[in-house]
């Protein structure tokens, strides 16, 4: 035997012939027309078989045959090359026996020759779309049309997790995620069975119980009669790209909320700016009545931590660089667990444990906010409905070589730790060393993004800190983070809040659109001895100061009113007069000072609310500068 060769099908052509001793054709079936294109006239006593070998093969085809003459062997699907008459070619499967004289010497051969071009063909393709499927990042999943898996392919395996000996079998339904309902399936399975194609998006679940995107494609598969037997599903995993999309919208969201909360800051900056304001003016005449004194203090207490809150939600929507300088850590814990204790469940107790007397870090006080309240938000979902307890404990720690060296640290010494304690159900083994990963998540859809954790990681390694985590399934887990101290740091003191001034002079032109404003600053700053003309209105603000440019020493103004801004106030002043003071008030947080300050005669910037003693040695060092007063 010359090639062996597939078992021959009966739709091939095939034709019979006869041959002499050297090759010469003896005999030809007619069918020799449909395959070679010849007459068997034209093939008979004229041509040998060789002679329709194709050039590149016909030597070598031409010795082994001979070989199999002079052995006087059979041809057993022997597959070669031949020329048609038209010069296209045609893969034929020879067969042949010897034909002997009596006295045993060759005589010549009868055989057939089949056509299997198009069976190559169509084998050829074959091995090419296996060698497609097996290769293609796709998942591709065959099925019976019972939805049985017949087969799947390397994609599926790595997108899944599953191997194909575990699922060929099966049924897809291990794979719901429970994130479609009964419809979605129904319609599915219609859509199919009655010979549609069915497009959609599947979340499925991996080895790992995570929930996998894939824009899919499901087709059925119909036999020569037209009958479905099979269905192929395509698959695209698409999770990155659904996380990033929900990641963009939130980005959106986040930056809508922005510019509420820009909005809400300035219209709540000024009625908490009127209650610190009427509280200072009741404290200066309840200096003898120690009860109602401690009555305003609590008030103007509250007044500022409202205050703090906005500032707190402003930093988070702002679009702003993030800036790290010598900080303080303890109070931003501090402000973090207060906020965070009207924001989740009371099932959970807080408790908190912070060393005194803590050294100092070089950071961003808005990063380390969010590094704490993710960790916290984190560990709180982990507990569910369940009664739990949240640690928050800040302390001093020596780290060694080593284990700054296991965790890159750059140097060992005194760092400041940060522990996030939950008594939830701990961190499963099997994903514990992925939890830092971006996009992995153990929420289901719409509870989390998968960023969380990475983001922490890349705040912590930006401020050249590191995070461990402890964890047994069943006991909780515990986030431990480590920033370097800096040794030998003063500390910075703050300012006192006092009122330095009790006396002030001065003519003060006050522009605010907040009617509940004005009799309040007005009365604010005659009680400091300011001499002061308010009005809402910049316009009407502007008139006067025309009328009368010399009978003002500064000009304070609110950033954003209608008619006319601060700026544009500012603007026109300074082109009447350019050497007078002026001051903008306002709640935004996200006015550029460091760019506006000495432009149209401006000399400072203040945020709502400006405390009253503030505001005192704001206005009287301006005055004492211009005027030398």
């Not at 006087?72 to 070669?80: A, E, L």
């Not at 500032?311 to 973090?336: D, G, M, T, Y």
């Not at 440019?549 to 954003?560: C, K, Q």
């Not at 000072?593 to 400072?604: C, E, L, P, T």
Request: charged share 25%; hydrophobic share 35%.
């Amino acid at each position: 035997s010359l090639h062996s060769f597939p078992t021959r099908r009966s739709s091939d052509l095939e034709w019979i012939w006869e041959v002499d001793s050297e090759g010469l054709y003896t005999y030809c079936s007619s069918a020799v027309k449909s395959i070679l294109g010849y007459e068997p006239e034209e093939i008979v006593g004229k041509m040998h078989f060789y002679d329709h070998f194709a050039p590149d093969v016909k030597d070598e085809y031409r010795e082994k045959a001979f070989e199999v003459f002079r052995s006087k062997g059979t041809f057993n699907d022997f597959v070669n090359s031949n020329v048609r008459k038209d010069g296209s070619i045609a893969k034929l499967e020879t067969t042949g026996m010897p034909i002997l004289t009596p006295d045993g010497n060759l005589k010549g051969y009868r055989g057939s020759d089949r056509d299997i071009t198009k069976r190559l063909e169509a084998e050829k393709i074959r091995n090419l779309l296996n060698t497609a499927m097996e290769q293609a990042s796709e998942s591709i999943i065959i099925t019976d049309t019972d939805g049985v898996i017949q087969y799947v392919n390397p994609a599926f395996e790595n997108i899944t997790g599953y191997s194909r000996n575990d699922i060929v079998g099966e049924n897809p339904r291990f794979l719901k995620s429970c994130e479609h309902d009964d419809a979605f399936y129904k319609n599915m399975w219609e859509t199919i069975s009655n010979g549609n194609v069915w497009h959609g998006l599947l979340i499925n679940k991996d080895r790992n119980k995570s929930l996998i995107y894939c824009e899919s494609t499901i087709s059925p598969v119909r036999d020569s009669s037209e009958s479905i037997v099979n269905y192929v599903s395509v698959q695209r995993d698409v999770t990155k790209e659904h996380l990033l999309q929900s990641q963009l919208s939130q980005s959106q969201k986040m930056e809508a909320i922005g510019t509420l909360a820009g909005g809400i800051a300035h219209d709540f900056n000024n009625i908490i700016y009127a209650i610190t304001g009427y509280a200072e003016l009741a404290m200066v005449k309840s200096s003898g009545d120690g009860q109602i004194k401690s009555y305003l203090e609590r008030i103007l207490k509250a007044a500022g931590r409202a205050g703090d809150m906005v500032k707190q939600i402003l930093s988070f929507s702002r679009k702003s660089e993030n800036e790290k300088k010598v900080l303080n850590i303890a109070p931003i814990v501090k402000e973090c667990l207060k906020f965070l204790r009207g924001a989740i469940p009371t099932t959970v107790e807080i408790k908190q444990g912070i060393a005194p007397d803590l050294p100092y870090i070089h950071g961003d006080p808005t990063q380390i906010y969010q590094v704490l309240m993710n960790l916290s938000t984190n560990a709180v979902h982990s507990m569910g409905d369940a009664k739990g307890k949240l640690s928050v404990t800040l302390a001093s720690e020596m780290l060694d070589a080593q284990f700054c060296g296991a965790h890159g640290l750059e140097s060992p010494g005194k760092y400041v730790k940060l522990v996030v304690e939950d008594t939830g159900p701990g961190i499963p083994d099997q994903i514990v060393d992925r939890i830092f990963e971006p996009y992995f998540t153990t929420k289901s859809a719409g509870e989390g993004t998968g960023l969380g954790l990475s983001v922490i990681y890349e705040i912590v390694r930006s401020h050249n800190g590191a995070i461990t985590v402890d964890s047994q399934p069943g006991h909780g887990a515990r986030f431990n983070i480590f920033f370097p101290a800096i040794e030998g740091q003063d500390k910075i003191e703050e300012e006192s809040a006092s009122d330095d001034y009790v006396t002030c002079s001065g003519r003060i032109m006050w522009v605010d659109d907040e009617l509940v404003l004005i009799q309040m600053y007005k009365a604010t700053l005659e009680s400091l001895g300011f001499e002061v003309t308010a009005t809402s209105n910049p316009l009407h603000a502007l008139e006067l100061f025309r009328q009368n440019p010399e009978s003002f020493d500064a000009i304070i103004t609110d950033l954003t009113m209608p008619k006319m801004t601060g700026m544009e106030l500012a603007s026109e002043i300074n082109s009447i007069r350019p050497d007078i003071p002026i001051i903008i008030c306002t709640g935004f947080d996200n006015f550029r000072a460091d760019f506006d300050v000495g432009h149209f005669g401006i000399q400072a910037v203040l945020r709502k609310p400006v405390p009253r003693a503030e505001l005192a040695r704001t206005i009287s060092s301006i005055l004492d500068r211009k005027y030398g007063q």
